[in-house]
């Protein structure tokens, strides 16, 4: 993919912005509470299970993933975490990236980051007693498994951007992947995607989106 350049969004948290794509990967409004809003606050909180399994399109920096550790943590959650990136990012720029210290975490704490970073492509490790990580490098087009998930945190770039991921295949898979009752969580609520979950069988809710959003979906396999 395209360089990257570190930007500063309104909550004081880093995001990266592709000047090929002239996208950022989060909201300009605020990185952290995005991610906190649409991912565990609608999504990881939102079953308030003792014991999850997340489906992660698009690893990215890393962000979902860390919260929903952070969460894990918290609440004595176990976590297992699967996360897909094509192109993951290189480690100097990682470490350039701010979470732990706009978090205000222990350094204890923050060096989990770059333990989630660490760990090797197609492979799992326990970062916490509580929160398992596997990461893949892939496609989502060349994704394949029988593992079954209770949420979907789907974080592809927006549908003008990468329209190839907001197909109506695509959310067919998304939605065999998911066990009954599971949800798929995204800060999209263009209707064209709504429609093409609801085509496959999800049941949609429009829900209030994160700041500078009016609205979020979450999608209800029933």
């Known amino acids: 993919m ?5 930007k500063i969004t309104e909550d004081g948290s ?6 090929g794509l002239n996208e950022t990967y989060h909201s300009s409004h605020g990185a952290i509470q995005e991610s906190l809003h649409v991912f565990i606050g609608a999504g990881l909180r939102y079953l308030n299970n003792k014991e999850i399994s997340v489906l992660e399109i698009g690893f990215g920096t890393g962000l979902n993933a860390f919260l929903t550790l952070l969460e894990a943590n918290r609440t004595e959650t176990i976590i297992n975490y699967t996360s897909l990136e094509a192109f993951p990012l290189e480690m100097g ?3 350039q990236l701010n979470y732990t210290s706009e978090l205000k975490l222990k350094d204890s704490v ?11 492509w197609e492979g799992g490790q326990f970062i916490t007693n509580e929160f398992e990580l596997k990461k893949l490098k892939i496609k989502l ?19 003008q951007i990468q329209p190839e991921m907001w197909t109506v295949s695509v959310f067919e898979k998304m939605y065999q992947c998911l066990n009954n009752k599971g949800i ?3 800060y999209c609520a263009k209707g ?4 093409g979950l609801k085509e496959v069988g999800f049941k949609i809710e429009s829900i209030p989106g994160p ?5 979020m979906t979450r999608a209800h396999k029933i």
């Open 141 to 159: 087009d060349n994704f394949n498994t029988s593992e079954k998930y209770d949420v979907i945190y789907f974080d592809a770039f927006a549908p």
């Open 93 to 95: 720029l990682v470490r």
């Open 192 to 195: 064209v995607v709504k429609r």
């Open 110 to 120: 923050g060096e989990l980051f770059n333990k989630l970073h660490e760990v090797e």
């Open 184 to 186: 798929l969580v995204t």
């Open 14 to 19: 880093h995001t990266l912005f592709v000047p």
């Open 211 to 215: 700041p500078g959003k009016r609205e």
């Open 2 to 6: 395209d360089k990257k350049e570190l």
